[in-house]
């Protein structure tokens, strides 16, 4: 009987192949981590620091000028319930009154038998939703002839009513039902498709294509022109924030389907008056789309540390880094025990001493505030950072970093330093590039249920809409009210009349 005996091989390596191996074991494992994390994690980078500081916090953050809050006794006492303060009806929405009153057979007085009379009333509101109705306009235009000129002359002289043009010709398409569907797939994120069953259920038979044939046509003929002067105004600015992210297009010239593109976002940053939204798509995430689309354009730009801003845009626009990015780094390479003896702390919390420092510039008297803030960040933002890289450079020397996730965030600060210094430059600049991220949010969660675009022209047509709506929001507007008044407006503009009349600050008072 044969035993078949397993011996376990051993191979020998050297010290430095040993140290190597063990580095690339640690490296994949925060790897593995940081997947996990992202995968699985909160979204949130909020701080929770313990009692103990690395630096003097009190210091940093104490105001010996602050008057002393006194103090008062607060007796118990039952609070009323009442309505939360998040839900409020608006007060000129229409009230329906519904009134019970017994009958009059029943208006006697059970004890006694003599009349009831009114002696008050008990009231209790509800909200009632109606679910969208639709309905057909039919235009009837009234055309007048002369009777004079019937029996006196050769012609008959013919005046038509005025009558307003349509949104699109040959179609039964109204400014109001291309604004909802807009509306619903680029704000709610409803795909076509869902409200073709919606508009089903509701006895309409309108198919996903017309629906998408109208946002195209609508884009390409009423919301381009007003596109293309908001990208002028843009760039007349002087500090704009810009991010980027794929979208998915099916059906590319001599592209895959499984292909990426991407959606640019321009935006303007606080210090204008008039917010300006505008996205951009193209096929890939060269730098040479921004050079372009920027191309009129002179002064700051925030973004995130892609190093095409760097190489690609021209010397009139100078890029300014962003401090979230770095301090998303160090809280990235966090251990998951003991933070508070890490380094990666240290790297993250002089990012927050930042952050505080601009939330105690936002307190500032408001007459000249962003010169106020140029020198408060001199004064106490600049030593900081000066700190900050003086640290991150002692640590790239003294442990020549290997690969993990603390010498990726030390290696990004230090090559970002030129770009994430620029904040201190004007006092209108960020410390962030959230702006822009922010703004390019609604466009991701849209994808997200809407998954691709079908064509390049639909891409287009969706990259205007997306800036019309998200420019409206930032404007105070009702994004439906805004494209109804749009697509009201657009068609029935004379020659001479000027785009400028459907700027949403411009038609804000009318909508």
């Given at each position: 009987?044969?035993?078949?005996?397993?011996?376990?091989?051993?191979?020998?390596?050297?010290?430095?192949?040993?140290?190597?191996?063990?580095?690339?074991?640690?490296?994949?494992m925060e790897q593995l981590k940081l997947s996990k994390r992202r995968q699985y994690g909160v979204s949130s980078e909020k701080s929770e620091y313990d009692q103990v500081s690395l630096f003097n916090e009190v210091e940093a953050t104490a105001d010996p000028t602050a008057i002393e809050p006194d103090m008062e006794e607060v007796r118990s006492y039952r609070r009323?319930?009442?309505?939360?303060?998040?839900?409020?009806?608006?007060?000129?929405?229409?009230?329906?009154?519904?009134?019970?009153?017994?009958?009059?057979?029943?208006?006697?007085?059970?004890?006694?038998?003599?009349?009831?009379?009114?002696?008050?009333?008990?009231?209790?509101?509800?909200?009632?939703?109606?679910?969208?109705?639709?309905?057909?306009?039919?235009?009837?235009?009234?055309?007048?002839?002369?009777?004079?000129?019937?029996?006196?002359?050769?012609?008959?002289?013919?005046?038509?009513?005025?009558?307003?043009?349509?949104?699109?010709?040959?179609?039964?398409?109204?400014?109001?039902?291309?604004?909802?569907?807009?509306?619903?797939?680029?704000?709610?994120?409803?795909?076509?498709?869902?409200?073709?069953?919606?508009?089903?259920?509701?006895?309409?038979?309108?198919?996903?294509?017309?629906?998408?044939?109208?946002?195209?046509?609508?884009?390409?003929?009423?919301?381009?022109?007003?596109?293309?002067?908001?990208?002028?105004?843009?760039?007349?600015?002087?500090?704009?924030?810009?991010?980027?992210?794929?979208?998915?297009?099916?059906?590319?010239?001599?592209?895959?389907?499984?292909?990426?593109?991407?959606?640019?976002?321009?935006?303007?940053?606080?210090?204008?008056?008039?917010?300006?939204?505008?996205?951009?798509?193209?096929?890939?995430?060269?730098?040479?789309?921004?050079?372009?689309?920027?191309?009129?354009?002179?002064?700051?730009?925030?973004?995130?540390?892609?190093?095409?801003?760097?190489?690609?845009?021209?010397?009139?626009?100078?890029?300014?880094?962003?401090?979230?990015?770095?301090?998303?780094?160090?809280?990235?390479?966090?251990?998951?025990?003991?933070?508070?003896?890490?380094?990666?702390?240290?790297?993250?919390?002089?990012?927050?001493?930042?952050?505080?420092?601009?939330?105690?510039?936002?307190?500032?008297?408001?007459?000249?505030?962003?010169?106020?803030?140029?020198?408060?960040?001199?004064?106490?933002?600049?030593?900081?950072?000066?700190?900050?890289?003086?640290?991150?450079?002692?640590?790239?020397?003294?442990?020549?970093?290997?690969?993990?996730?603390?010498?990726?965030?030390?290696?990004?600060?230090?090559?970002?330093?030129?770009?994430?210094?620029?904040?201190?430059?004007?006092?209108?600049?960020?410390?962030?590039?959230?702006?822009?991220?922010?703004?390019?949010?609604?466009?991701?969660?849209?994808?997200?249920?809407?998954?691709?675009?079908?064509?390049?022209?639909?891409?287009?047509?969706?990259?205007?809409?997306?800036?019309?709506?998200?420019?409206?929001?930032?404007?105070?507007?009702?994004?439906?009210?805004?494209?109804?008044?749009?697509?009201?407006?657009?068609?029935?503009?004379?020659?001479?009349?000027?785009?400028?009349?459907?700027?949403?600050?411009?038609?804000?008072?009318?909508?």
């Open positions: 009987m044969k035993t078949n005996i397993k011996t376990e091989e051993t191979v020998t390596i050297s010290k430095a192949e040993y140290e190597t191996l063990k580095q690339q074991v640690a490296w994949l009323k319930k009442s309505r939360s303060a998040a839900d409020r009806l608006p007060p000129d929405l229409p009230v329906e009154i519904v009134e019970y009153e017994l009958p009059e057979n029943e208006q006697l007085c059970p004890d006694c038998g003599s009349s009831l009379h009114v002696m008050g009333r008990e009231t209790r509101e509800e909200l009632k939703l109606i679910p969208a109705k639709a309905v057909i306009i039919r235009h009837v235009r009234h055309v007048y002839a002369c009777r004079g000129c019937e029996k006196n002359t050769v012609h008959a002289t013919i005046v038509k009513a005025t009558m307003p043009e349509p949104v699109i010709k040959g179609s039964f398409a109204t400014p109001e039902s291309v604004a909802h569907i807009m509306t619903q797939k680029f704000v709610m994120g409803v795909p076509l498709y869902r409200q073709e069953q919606e508009w089903e259920r509701s006895g309409v038979h309108l198919s996903r294509q017309t629906m998408s044939n109208w946002l195209i046509r609508c884009a390409e003929d009423w919301l381009k022109p007003l596109y293309d002067r908001l990208h002028q105004l843009l760039c007349a600015g002087e500090i704009l924030h810009a991010d980027e992210t794929t979208l998915q297009v099916l059906h590319e010239p001599g592209r895959s389907a499984q292909s990426k593109s991407t959606m640019w976002l321009y935006r303007t940053s606080g210090d204008t008056e008039h917010p300006i939204v505008l996205y951009d798509y193209q096929t890939s995430r060269s730098g040479k789309h921004p050079a372009e689309f920027l191309r009129d354009f002179k002064g700051y730009l925030h973004s995130d540390g892609w190093d095409e801003y760097h190489r690609r845009l021209p010397g009139e626009i100078q890029v300014v880094g962003c401090w979230a990015h770095c301090r998303r780094k160090f809280d990235e390479a966090l251990p998951k025990k003991n933070q508070t003896g890490s380094e990666a702390i240290r790297g993250k919390r002089f990012c927050d001493h930042l952050f505080a420092f601009e939330g105690a510039y936002a307190k500032l008297s408001p007459e000249d505030h962003f010169r106020a803030r140029h020198l408060a960040r001199m004064e106490r933002s600049k030593p900081e950072m000066d700190a900050f890289f003086a640290w991150a450079a002692e640590r790239a020397a003294k442990d020549a970093l290997p690969k993990t996730l603390l010498g990726e965030a030390v290696r990004y600060a230090l090559n970002q330093r030129p770009w994430l210094e620029r904040v201190l430059l004007d006092g209108r600049l960020e410390l962030s590039n959230n702006r822009a991220e922010r703004s390019i949010k609604p466009f991701v969660i849209g994808r997200k249920n809407w998954l691709f675009n079908n064509t390049p022209k639909g891409a287009d047509a969706s990259a205007m809409i997306y800036s019309i709506v998200e420019t409206a929001k930032e404007n105070g507007l009702n994004p439906f009210d805004y494209l109804a008044a749009v697509f009201r407006k657009s068609p029935n503009l004379h020659q001479g009349d000027s785009i400028d009349a459907l700027l949403p600050w411009n038609l804000c008072r009318q909508v």
